[in-house]
């Protein structure tokens, strides 16, 4: 089974920025679409950002385009979140996923907390 591991998050002010990181182990990533998801407290879980297996297409959602940007590289099996001008709206656990056909990883999930 693919097992995903996020790290980078941590306690930020308000226009501050931080890295996500989302590590795979066991597998490689490089067949699965990456997904960037994040879950605020008494609230749904929503997506973020994602990015193709190959890394040739990206999609952002409204509330985080212009600010944050998703990358990958292949050779370190890794999927990156650069968030930069973050807003308190932005605290939440945010989760890795990894989406092939048949199969769907999630991650622990990192905190990230923006104070204002």
């Known amino acids: 089974q693919l097992q995903l591991k996020e790290s980078g998050g941590g306690l930020v002010q308000s226009g501050g920025s931080l890295r996500l990181s989302c590590v795979a182990a066991r597998y490689t990533l490089d067949y699965y679409d990456i997904g960037w998801f994040r879950q605020a407290q008494g609230k749904e879980r929503e997506g973020v950002s994602c990015?193709?297996?190959?890394?040739?297409?990206?999609n952002y959602a409204d509330s985080v385009k212009g600010r944050f940007t998703i990358s990958r590289d292949d050779a370190k099996n890794t999927v990156y979140l650069q968030m930069n001008s973050l807003k308190p709206e932005d605290t939440a656990v945010y989760y890795c996923?990894?989406?092939?056909?048949?199969?769907?990883?999630w991650g622990q999930g990192t905190q990230v907390t923006v104070s204002s």
């Open positions: 990015i193709s297996r190959t890394g040739g297409s990206t």
């Open positions: 996923n990894a989406r092939a056909v048949l199969s769907n990883y």
